[in-house]
């Protein structure tokens, strides 16, 4: 019982702290809006015509943004709890496993032969589309590269192969940013990943993605519970390991992959979030996700609050770079106090 109140305290925590950043995230900009006027403009709601430009970058700009930002959160850090626990790896995540690199490298197939415009999806062009069938190009290759010659899947050779065609991918993205130098800065800064000039027609793309995909999660978090005693095990215990794990696979990919396509490559998330909440609340993987859904939304809201004010010029820097400079960091200290846990 005290476990469990322990549990919902930090999820009630972890959600004031994110209403608060949400509304840190209003008022904050380039374009300044008194605190009376955010509270009178959030009070009238967003159809009310008396806002002007104010209710404007409010509510257009500024939540949508912020919306985004949850849901690409929502969906790195969940999606890094279910490859953590399918492969009982510390280190897996979408980029550890190829999948991010994959939707990076499909992006950049986009922009190269200029399919970032004309799509009907309120001109998001095809780069979506692309970005989702890199990275689910990349978990068949990972996946195909992982089976024995029995054709067992071995997740201990995922992280691996993961490894092998990131690094490949990587290689050919920067041999495409070598021969268009036209689109090299759409690239490098698409790589950095940024929430920068996204709206509501960004946030309408992924929310079905990672949403449903968090579902999914949820509905097998059992599944979860029980693989983490070894794929013997669940299968004396009556869970269909093949299939739960092509299911949780495939839905992780497509949530990463539509988090990539909207916002670029955000690292450390999917990592570092899922520890952090398993050392404070324990590895039941439903409150696992719960969490971890919550911690990434109110870190990465944060971060793209911190990439918008940090620098006094109004410059802003790419939330990939803030994300990684707090990530890396804090992930050498979770292995610091772990050692023996992790090796």
């Given amino acids: 019982m005290v476990q469990v109140k322990r549990i919902y305290l930090f999820w009630a925590t972890i959600f004031l ?15 300044p809006i008194g605190l009376g006027e955010l509270f009178q403009l959030i009070m009238e709601g967003p159809f009310s015509k008396a806002g002007g430009v104010s209710a404007v970058i409010v509510f257009k700009i500024r939540l949508s943004r912020l919306i985004l930002a949850t849901l690409v959160g929502i969906a790195l850090s969940s999606s890094g709890v279910v490859f953590q626990g399918l492969l009982r790896n510390p280190l897996a995540d979408p980029f550890t496993l190829g999948i991010s690199t994959g939707a990076a490298f499909g992006a950049t197939v986009a922009m190269i032969f200029g399919l970032g415009v004309g799509w009907s999806l309120g001109g998001l062009g095809l780069l979506p589309v692309i970005c989702m069938a890199g990275a689910l190009g990349a978990l068949v290759v990972v996946m195909r590269l992982s089976r024995t010659d029995g054709g067992v899947l071995m997740p201990a050779r995922m992280i691996l192969a993961g490894i092998v065609v990131s690094t490949f ?23 950095l990943g940024s929430f920068s000039g996204r709206g509501w027609v960004h946030a309408a793309f992924a929310a079905p993605y990672v949403l449903i995909a968090l579902a999914v999660f949820l509905a097998y978090s059992k599944e979860l519970d029980i693989m983490t005693l070894g794929e013997s095990e669940a299968y004396h215990l009556g869970v269909d390991v093949g299939r739960t794990r092509r299911i949780l696979l495939v839905a992780a990919c497509l949530s990463t992959s539509a988090a990539v396509a909207v916002s670029g490559v955000i690292g450390f998330i999917g990592l570092v979030v899922p520890h952090l909440v398993r050392m ?10 719960i969490g971890s859904a919550l911690l990434g939304a109110c870190l990465m809201v944060l971060s793209d609050i911190a990439a918008q004010n940090l620098l006094p010029g109004g410059e802003e820097l790419p939330v990939g770079v803030i994300t990684t400079l707090i990530g890396g960091p804090f992930f050498c200290y979770i292995l610091s106090l772990k050692k023996r846990e992790f090796f």
Avoid: C
């Fill in 169 to 191: 991918l990587s290689a050919l993205i920067s041999l495409f940013k070598s021969l268009d130098e036209e689109s090299l800065s759409a690239i490098v800064f698409w790589m």
């Fill in 17 to 31: 702290v994110y209403l608060l950043t949400i509304f840190m995230g209003l008022w904050l900009g380039r374009y």
């Fill in 280 to 289: 404070i609340q324990g590895p039941n993987h439903k409150n696992l996700l």
